[in-house]
């Protein structure tokens, strides 16, 4: 009887985290378990508070591609956000080759212009330097959560009739 409880237990929790937005993907992996769960709690906060998803990808390499062209490329497989709204950031870290990348989808752009992503970069590369991973992408995500507060974001939805 135990062993087809755990198998139940097992299944259930598999399809939740198949089916749930795995916001936080380690492939380095670069964080200790308890600074993953750290920085997952942060992730899943500041979607909770500003309707917002924020992707934290480590890289294990990015594949003789540009920082651009691979965190696009993941981004897209990984569709975050909420489809039809653009509530979306990515970010990028590839420790092996030293990049970190930040994108805001369509949505988000207007609240954070692109070149507010240099500030964020800066903020965490400097933690970076020091080997203070985890601390590092705190800071960047503390600050995205800063500007991303106070916006809404809701489906608009518009009725378009054809006028004759």
């Known amino acids: ?3 087809l409880s755990f198998f139940i ?3 259930v929790v598999g399809i939740y985290i198949l089916y749930s937005q ?3 993907i380690d492939e380095y992996p670069l964080l200790t378990l308890s600074e993953s769960a750290t920085v997952q709690k942060k992730l899943d906060e500041i979607k909770h508070s500003t309707g917002v998803s924020v992707c934290c990808y480590i890289a294990r ?3 003789n591609k540009t920082p651009e062209t691979f965190t696009i490329e993941r981004a897209n497989t990984i569709k975050i956000g909420t489809p039809g709204v653009n509530n979306a950031v990515f970010i990028m870290i590839a420790p092996k080759e030293q990049q970190l990348y930040i994108t ?3 949505g988000v752009q207007w609240i954070i ?3 507010k992503t240099e ?4 903020l965490m590369t400097t933690l970076f330097r020091d080997k203070k991973y985890c601390d590092g992408i705190l ?3 503390d600050a995205i959560e800063k500007e991303l507060s106070g916006h809404t974001w809701e489906p608009v939805t518009v009725d378009i009739k054809k006028t004759e």
């Not at 500030?119 to 800066?122: A, K, L």
């Open 22 to 24: 795995q916001l936080l």
């Open 1 to 3: 009887m135990k062993k």
């Open 139 to 141: 800071k960047g995500l």
């Open 61 to 63: 390499s990015l594949e």
């Open 119 to 122: 500030y964020f970069i800066d």
């Open 9 to 11: 237990l097992f299944q």
């Open 113 to 115: 212009p692109d070149q």
């Open 104 to 106: 805001m989808s369509y």
